[in-house]
């Protein structure tokens, strides 16, 4: 069974940094990614990356100011968040799929979810 914890969240002012990280027990096949849900809204797809090495494209909301990495060998994912934004803030869930499909972007392509961590963007 993969189990996922995030940590890294916090209180940060508009125009910081933060990084989060995503522990992963057990193999994952298949893609990791990272969501997010801010308060009354629904889930949404940030970025994700394969097995095989490559990300997928951002949301359009964080393309240029946050980037995914993944580290297979120790089983780590990572969204390192740059020029933060009050919109920003939410609950950020890390993802992973079991590579029974290809796709991506839905939350229903992930098999397991973390708990997730709150990242608050002060203006």
């Known amino acids: 069974q993969v189990q996922l914890v995030e940590s890294g969240g916090g209180l940060v002012q508009a125009g910081g940094s933060l990084r989060l990280s995503c522990a992963a027990s057990g193999r994952i096949s298949g893609y990791m990614a990272w969501f997010r849900q801010a308060p009354g809204k629904e889930r949404d797809f940030v970025a994700a990356?394969?097995?095989?090495?490559?990300?997928?494209p951002y949301a359009d909301s964080v393309k240029g100011r946050f980037t995914i990495s993944r580290d297979n060998a120790k089983n780590t994912l990572r969204l390192q968040m740059n020029s933060l934004k009050p919109e920003d803030t939410a609950v950020y869930y890390c993802a992973a799929s079991s590579g029974r499909g290809t796709g991506y972007l839905s939350g229903n392509n992930y098999d397991y979810w973390g708990r997730g961590t709150q990242v608050t963007v002060s203006s």
């Open positions: 990356f394969s097995r095989g090495g490559y990300t997928t």
